[in-house]
């Protein structure tokens, strides 16, 4: 009987918890867990067997001797749990029947068998309460190497919209190309967003850090006159910019299970090509025609801030698949603004 009093390591779940979810949150299971208190000394050992079992080993500490107290193998798919505990010589069965914010509750599939039921709260990823039926358990994460600082290489697409909010008849353009006065507007057209990622973080902290290096096309829609008291400029069509971006972007994280994350930094064009895509006429000889019917004159590297926000679906095996969304707002001369929304993933560096 004593032996169920211990029986607890264990979950990681966040209000709206799904079945579909529970390979990430048993993959954040692996490792070490000691009991709390003096009077005591237990530990437990979470491992992987596959992708739908994760295994379990609970041990006494006993005037020097290490004890087996019972051993736990926990089945899951994406729509059901089952727990099957061996201890005092016999198994028992459990249906995992609730999860809500951080707690989960598991039920004897046997009647009046006990305990009768199993309850696990895990607070900031490192604390564990354990009840069964009436009585508690406290449980300590053991600082371990996995949950020290490390690195995760990962990619992210996505499709943005993009304006640039005046830049074109801003005094940016206009002096670059000599010109007194303009007057025009930009159209939001969509683009497209590739990089590459390398994130900096530990399971058990609440801020990483992630740096970019990507590829991001935009179109932008353009219909305007620029013109001094020598000649005018008609431009009607669209530009198209393929930038090479870096960024440096802090990440909080807005739950212990690393699950939602708050990203907001720096970032800035490296490179970049500009297109004008549609029709431009100068009316007068003797402006620089040449020069106002090259794009790479209007448009000036990208620079600016971001923020958006992460989302951890389903873990399939190595991959963590994320679902993003950015707000781009240049602070230099170009003045884009941009929203861009995609799929990304992570793989562990090791």
Not at 178 to 186: K, R, V
Not at 273 to 296: C, M, W, Y
């Given at each position: 009987m004593?032996?169920?009093?211990?029986i607890?390591?264990f979950f990681n779940?966040?209000?709206g918890?799904?079945?579909?979810?529970?390979?990430?949150w048993?993959h954040d299971?692996k490792?070490?867990w000691?009991?709390?208190g003096r009077?005591t000394?237990?530990?437990?050992l979470w491992?992987?067997a596959?992708?739908?079992?994760?295994?379990?080993s609970?041990y006494s500490l006993?005037c020097?001797?290490?004890?087996?107290?019972y051993?736990?193998?926990?089945?899951f798919s994406?729509?059901?749990a089952t727990?099957?505990?061996?201890?005092?010589?016999k198994?028992?069965?459990?249906?995992?029947v609730?999860?809500h914010t951080?707690?989960?509750?598991?039920?004897?599939?046997t009647?009046?068998?006990l305990?009768?039921?199993?309850?696990?709260?895990?607070?900031?990823g490192k604390?564990?309460?354990?009840s069964?039926?009436?009585q508690?358990?406290?449980?300590t994460?053991?600082?371990?190497k996995d949950?020290s600082l490390?690195?995760?290489?990962?990619?992210?697409l996505?499709?943005?919209?993009?304006?640039?909010?005046?830049?074109?008849t801003?005094n940016?353009f206009?002096t670059?190309?000599?010109i007194a006065?303009?007057?025009g507007?930009?159209?939001?057209?969509g683009g497209?967003?590739?990089s590459?990622?390398?994130n900096?973080?530990s399971p058990?902290?609440?801020?990483?850090l992630?740096?970019?290096?990507g590829?991001i096309?935009r179109?932008?829609?353009i219909?305007?006159?620029?013109?001094s008291k020598q000649?005018?400029?008609?431009?009607?069509?669209?530009?198209?910019t393929?930038n090479?971006?870096?960024?440096l972007?802090?990440?909080f994280?807005?739950?212990?299970?690393?699950?939602l994350a708050?990203?907001?930094g720096?970032?800035?064009a490296?490179l970049?090509?500009?297109?004008f895509?549609?029709?431009s006429s100068?009316?007068?000889?003797?402006?620089?025609?040449?020069?106002?019917?090259?794009?790479?004159n209007?448009?000036?590297?990208e620079r600016?801030v971001?923020v958006?926000?992460?989302?951890k679906?389903?873990?399939?095996?190595m991959?963590?698949?994320?679902?993003?969304m950015r707000?781009?707002h240049g602070?230099n001369s170009t003045?884009v603004?941009?929203?861009?929304l995609?799929l990304a993933?992570?793989?562990?560096i090791?």
């Amino acid at each position: 009987m004593k032996h169920y009093l211990v029986i607890a390591l264990f979950f990681n779940f966040s209000p709206g918890t799904s079945f579909a979810q529970l390979s990430s949150w048993f993959h954040d299971l692996k490792g070490c867990w000691l009991e709390d208190g003096r009077k005591t000394a237990s530990f437990t050992l979470w491992e992987l067997a596959d992708d739908q079992t994760i295994q379990n080993s609970t041990y006494s500490l006993l005037c020097g001797d290490t004890i087996l107290l019972y051993t736990q193998t926990v089945h899951f798919s994406e729509k059901q749990a089952t727990l099957d505990l061996y201890a005092d010589g016999k198994t028992q069965y459990f249906q995992l029947v609730s999860s809500h914010t951080n707690t989960l509750i598991w039920k004897n599939m046997t009647s009046n068998a006990l305990p009768l039921e199993l309850r696990w709260t895990l607070t900031y990823g490192k604390y564990l309460r354990m009840s069964t039926d009436n009585q508690e358990k406290e449980f300590t994460k053991a600082k371990q190497k996995d949950q020290s600082l490390h690195w995760t290489f990962g990619a992210a697409l996505g499709g943005n919209i993009s304006n640039y909010a005046h830049a074109i008849t801003s005094n940016h353009f206009l002096t670059r190309n000599n010109i007194a006065l303009g007057e025009g507007q930009t159209g939001m057209l969509g683009g497209l967003d590739f990089s590459f990622q390398f994130n900096l973080h530990s399971p058990v902290r609440r801020a990483g850090l992630s740096a970019e290096l990507g590829l991001i096309q935009r179109n932008i829609g353009i219909k305007g006159s620029f013109f001094s008291k020598q000649a005018v400029n008609n431009r009607e069509g669209y530009y198209r910019t393929n930038n090479l971006c870096a960024a440096l972007i802090p990440t909080f994280y807005l739950d212990k299970h690393h699950r939602l994350a708050l990203q907001t930094g720096f970032y800035g064009a490296l490179l970049h090509r500009v297109q004008f895509i549609g029709r431009s006429s100068t009316s007068a000889k003797d402006l620089n025609e040449k020069a106002l019917h090259n794009p790479e004159n209007d448009i000036d590297l990208e620079r600016g801030v971001l923020v958006g926000f992460r989302y951890k679906m389903i873990q399939t095996g190595m991959l963590k698949p994320q679902l993003f969304m950015r707000y781009y707002h240049g602070i230099n001369s170009t003045h884009v603004r941009a929203f861009t929304l995609g799929l990304a993933t992570d793989f562990q560096i090791r």
